[in-house]
Each structure stands twice: as C-alpha cells, then as structure tokens.
C-alpha cells in the first residue's frame, strides 16, 4: 500500500503533466496520464486529480489573493502543481492543515527552488490563518 506523502507525488506530477500538455495544446485524456503515473487504480490519487482540474480556477485566485506583486502562472509548472494541490486538499478535504503544508513544503524542497518553497509555505500559512479553512 503506497503512503499518502509517495501519492501526493504522483498526484503532483499528474498534475504538472496535464498542465504542460494543456498550456502546448497537446491533446490529453487525464486517465491515461493517471494510468501512466500509476500501478494501480486509486481513488485518493484520482478524487485529487479531478478536484484540482475542476477547481483549478479557483485555486488559482485564492493563490493570487495571497500574493503580493505575483501570480500562480510566474511561478513554475511544478510549484504550482503543488501550491494547487495543497490548497485543494486545505478547502475541500479533511486532512489537517499541518499536514498539508507539511507535505506540500517536502514536495517543494524535493522539486523547485528555495524561492518557491518559501512562496508556497507563505501562502498556504496565509490561507490558513485568513480563510478559516
């Protein structure tokens, strides 16, 4: 059984896949990127997925509320799969909010720059303390 912090990777890379393919205009179905990603059928890895795609609009505005002089499409496409998945799992699951950024903080230690880790943990704390979440 695969640890929730090893799919959220999965989930990260999904993600940043299908953003890639979609800002190209390469033709994408999202369950063959899943399929591709993973070994096994995983209903944790595609409610995420699919959240985030449908949400995407969403969380991207509540990240560029929370910045100062920045948007989420400056940041890299793996940063923001990240701060999008994190931010999802804060509205719309039940999983502790340490946890959550815990999480996305070693993604981001992992994947981007120190600049963006910070950017990233800055946000999620401010959506923390401001949105009640």
């Known amino acids: 059984m695969a640890t929730r912090s090893f ?6 890379i999904i993600l940043y896949q299908y953003d890639l393919m979609k800002s190209n205009n390469i033709e994408c179905d999202i369950e063959e990127v899943i399929k591709d990603n993973l070994d096994s059928d995983n209903d944790f890895v595609k409610d995420m997925v699919y959240g985030v795609i449908t949400y995407k609009d969403e969380l991207d505005a509540l990240a560029n509320n929370k910045m ?3 948007d989420i499409k400056r940041i890299d496409k793996t940063g923001a799969s990240i701060l999008r998945l994190a931010l999802y799992e804060l509205k719309y699951t039940d999983t502790p ?7 996305a903080v070693e993604l981001a230690k992992k994947y981007s720059d120190d600049a963006v880790r910070k950017m990233i943990n800055a946000i999620l704390d401010r959506v923390v303390k401001e949105e009640n979440v």
Request: charged share 45%.
């Open 68 to 70: 100062k002089d920045w």
């Open 7 to 12: 799919l959220r990777e999965k989930i990260m």
């Open 97 to 103: 909010f340490e946890v959550v950024i815990n999480e």
